[in-house]
């Protein structure tokens, strides 16, 4: 077997190992000190302030553009479902009242219109 003290391997491997060691050293106090988690407090709160303006700055961008922000879209979304929720209450409404039955299909939608007429339309005999 080879001699570890002359194998180039095992020396870049140890020399990896102990700078992740000192790395890790210096993260782990680096992290637990007082001006570290100042530091990401001021960078977090700055991150939030940007994030609002560019979103007041894109709102106002919108309305110069006459066109809908996402909270509108999202209302008009809600609306729509609501409408459509109301209209299919009313077809179910008129189907009961037209004496239709829950076995007969339980579909709303209209049938197609008949592409092929009877034989007895096109004068042809059966």
């Known amino acids: 077997m080879a ?6 391997v095992a020396v870049w491997h140890n020399m990896l190992a102990e700078m992740e060691k000192g790395f890790n050293a210096f993260a782990t106090q680096t992290m637990g000190s007082e001006q570290f988690s100042q530091a990401v407090h001021k960078v ?3 991150s939030v302030g940007a994030q609002k303006t560019v979103g007041d700055l894109m709102e106002r961008y919108l ?3 006459n066109l809908p922000s996402r ?17 299919n209450e009313i077809r179910a409404a008129i189907h009961r009242m037209e004496g239709g039955s829950a076995a007969s299909g339980g579909s709303f939608a209209p049938k197609p219109p008949r592409t092929k007429l009877p034989p007895s339309a096109t004068g042809g005999s059966t």
């Open 71 to 87: 909270a509108q879209m999202v209302g008009i979304s809600e609306r729509l479902q609501s409408i459509e929720s109301q209209l």
């Open 44 to 46: 977090t709160g700055a």
């Open 3 to 8: 001699d570890k003290s002359n194998d180039p």
């Open 63 to 65: 309305v110069a553009m």
